[in-house]
């Protein structure tokens, strides 16, 4: 029999949520309620924007509707589109190790499915996902992903959790068959 080693469930989270001075205005929303996850799971900071290379600060970001389909840019000047950038970030993390996401939300990266939808004025005409969660949804349909806010809800937390630990436990099986262990 072949030892494997186990390892917590690993969750990507949203790296203000974590308490890190990443926000576009330098700021954080460190949340209690993520941070009370880490005794049982290995919470892996993520910030699509500062990994793409915006700065921080930087100028805020909108997420628009258009005739090419939904776009990431900059409030303050339209012409400044990062979407390319944020998808193809979003791709690469979906195939990583991780078990589930605690993502921002109403974030034009990261929001699992609140963050306002722009039109070409700025005025809100809908509700998506951010282009970082969408871009990782397309690589991972299953992947298991909720926002900060939805974590609140105990009922959309259990079942959070149950799929993130479910998924965990899956990987390990398949990575034992795959070393001819059993676990």
């Known amino acids: 029999m072949t030892a494997t080693k ?17 926000r576009y205005d330098g700021g954080h929303k460190r949340s209690e309620a993520v941070l009370a996850l880490e005794p049982e799971f290995e919470l892996i ?24 389909g939904t776009r990431v840019r900059r409030l303050e000047d339209m012409r400044v589109d990062v979407t390319e950038d944020l ?3 979003g791709h690469m993390t979906a ?28 005025e809100t005409v809908g509700h998506s996902a951010g282009l ?7 690589e991972d349909a299953e992947a298991p992903m909720i926002s900060e806010e939805a974590l609140a809800d105990e009922e959309a937390r259990q079942a959070f959790l149950e799929a993130v630990r479910r998924r965990a436990g899956r990987d390990r099986s398949l ?7 059993d676990d």
Not at 6 to 20: D, F, M
Not at 50 to 65: D, M, V, Y
Request: glycine content about 10%.
């Open 6 to 22: 186990t390892r917590r469930p690993r969750i990507g989270v949203s790296a203000c949520l974590l308490g890190e001075t990443v």
């Open 45 to 68: 900071p993520l910030c699509p924007e500062f990994t793409i290379g915006l700065g921080i600060p930087r100028p805020p970001l909108g997420l628009f509707a258009t005739e090419t």
């Open 87 to 89: 998808r193809e970030f």
């Open 95 to 122: 195939w990583k190790e991780l078990d589930g996401y605690v993502l921002k939300a109403r974030s034009p990266s990261c929001a699992p499915e609140d963050a306002p939808l722009l039109d070409a004025d700025g």
């Open 132 to 138: 970082f969660a969408l871009a990782i949804r397309e």
């Open 175 to 181: 990575a034992s068959l795959l070393q001819g262990g």
